[in-house]
Nanobody, 121 residues
């Protein structure tokens, strides 16, 4: 089964930027619609952004204009560029597959282990 792997988290000051990357080792020949979620301490996991094969992207209202999701043309690498970070963006960020774009690839929701983002004021 695909197991997404997130990277790029870290600690930054408010106003700073980070780029998160999500890869799916062993399934580079498969392409998926992908999503990013985050979970702050003591809060429920919440939607951040997703991207689809027709180029459609969606964002949570809280990150619109600050975050940009993108996907490589080859392979399944997805990036989340986060600018103008705020302390409320702090949390564990997870990527997940939404849907396989080929019937030859495993379909379903596959989640990574997450990468921590901490924004200090």
């Amino acid at each position: 089964q695909p197991r997404p792997v997130e990277s790029g988290g870290g600690s930054v000051e408010a106003g700073g930027s980070l780029t998160l990357t999500c890869e799916t080792p062993g399934y580079t020949s498969c392409t998926y619609d992908m999503s990013w979620y985050r979970q702050a301490p003591g809060k429920e996991r919440e939607f951040v952004s997703d991207i689809y094969g027709d180029g459609t992207t969606r964002y949570a209202d809280s990150v619109k204009g600050r975050f940009t999701i993108s996907q490589a043309n080859v392979g399944n690498t997805v990036r989340l560029q986060m600018n103008s970070l705020k302390p409320e963006d702090t949390g564990m960020y997870y990527c997940a597959t939404v849907r396989a774009r080929s019937r030859l690839c495993p379909d379903g929701d596959y989640w990574g282990q997450g990468t921590q983002v901490t924004v200090s004021s």
